[in-house]
C-alpha cells in the first residue's frame, strides 16, 4: 500500500500520534518584563526630576522674602520701629502675594460652620448669633485650589 492508498484516518491518527515539536525557548516575556521595568525606572526618575524643578522654581521665588525679612533684622537690630514693622508688613505682603499667584486662597469665615473648610474648636453662647455660627477665628485656614491644606480653626455660637 503507497501513502497515497492509506486511508485518510491513518494519516490522521499518526499525524496526532507525533509528538509535536517543542517551540523554541521565546524570551519576549523576559524582554517584555526587562522593557516594563526599564518604563517603570524611567518614570521615577522623571517624576523625581519634575518634582527637583518645581521645588526649585518655588524656592527661587522665596528668595526675595527672605532677603525682605534679613533687611527687616536689620533694622530692628538699629531699633528703628518704624522701619521694622513697614519691612514687616512688606514681607508679609510679598509672601502672599507670592502664594496667591501658586493658587493659595484664604478660606472665608463669615456665616455658618461649615465642616469642611472649618475646624470647630470650641462652642459657646453668644446672644444675637445663630446657632452655628462662626463667632471668631482663631487661626486661618488655606486652600491650594480645592483641596484643603489647613482648615479655619474657630470658636462656633450654640
Not at 516575556?29 to 522593557?35: G, Q
Request: hydrophobic share 40%.
Amino acid at each position: 500500500m503507497t501513502d497515497e492508498s492509506r486511508p485518510v484516518e491513518e494519516e490522521v491518527e499518526e499525524i496526532v500520534e507525533e509528538p509535536a515539536a517543542e517551540p523554541a525557548p521565546d524570551d519576549s516575556y523576559l524582554r517584555l518584563a526587562a522593557d516594563f521595568d526599564n518604563y517603570r525606572k524611567r518614570v521615577a526618575r522623571e517624576h523625581a526630576e519634575l518634582t527637583a524643578r518645581a521645588n526649585e522654581r518655588l524656592v527661587n521665588e522665596l528668595l526675595p522674602v527672605l532677603d525682605d525679612l534679613e533687611r527687616a533684622l536689620e533694622a530692628a537690630a538699629e531699633h528703628e520701629e518704624a522701619k521694622l514693622e513697614e519691612g514687616v508688613q512688606l514681607v508679609h505682603r510679598s509672601l502672599a502675594s507670592l502664594l496667591e499667584r501658586h493658587g493659595l486662597t484664604e478660606i472665608g469665615t463669615e456665616g455658618a460652620f461649615d465642616p469642611h473648610v472649618h475646624e470647630a474648636l470650641l462652642a459657646q453662647p453668644a446672644e444675637g448669633a445663630e446657632e452655628g455660627s462662626v463667632l471668631q477665628v482663631l487661626q486661618k485656614g488655606y486652600k491650594l485650589g480645592d483641596k484643603v491644606l489647613r482648615p479655619a480653626r474657630v470658636i462656633v455660637a450654640e
